[in-house]
């Protein structure tokens, strides 16, 4: 959608362009390279496939954007791809290396966190735009700091 946005002069952002290829590219890929049939030893994969998206992300940001301000995209991403990383190594540990199958507390909050993640971070490749104040808190807490 970010492509069609860009060549309809829609959205211009290439900081958000390139942010949502690099999530498409690895989405894709990762929805390509799993079974059908999911296995614990999958969470690893994903976790294996949303580090090197953040990286991709950041090494994207270092070398095309750098004298660029930061947009929210790429800090939505990257703290989304980090939250459903942990979430990815914790279910991956407890199912795989733990060996539990029987849900408990821990997958829930994993069904649900993954997916409210995955939805912001839809929301905020489509819009651009800080949604849950986390640029101007960080922005307030710099300048407190500052301050002191």
């Not at 199912?95 to 849900?103: A, D, F, I, T, V």
């Not at 489509?126 to 922005?139: A, E, F």
Request: some cysteine; proline content about 1%; overall charge positive.
């Amino acid at each position: 959608m970010n492509i069609f946005f860009y060549v309809l002069a829609i959205n211009k952002n290439l900081q958000t362009l390139s942010c949502s290829v690099i999530l498409a590219t690895s989405y894709g890929v990762s929805d390509l390279s799993l079974s059908t049939q999911f296995h614990s030893s999958d969470f690893g994969i994903l976790l294996a496939y949303d580090v090197i998206t953040i990286i991709c992300l950041l090494i994207a940001r270092q070398i095309l954007f750098k004298r660029e301000k930061v947009q929210p995209v790429i800090i939505y991403c990257c703290l989304g791809l980090m939250i459903n990383s942990a979430l990815f190594l914790a279910m991956f540990v407890d199912s795989h290396l733990l060996g539990n199958y029987q849900p408990w507390g821990l997958w829930y909050f994993y069904s649900t966190t993954v997916n409210v993640v995955d939805l912001i971070m839809v929301g905020v490749v489509i819009l651009n735009r800080d949604l849950l104040g986390i640029q101007l808190i960080t922005k307030k807490l710099g300048r407190d700091k500052a301050a002191a």
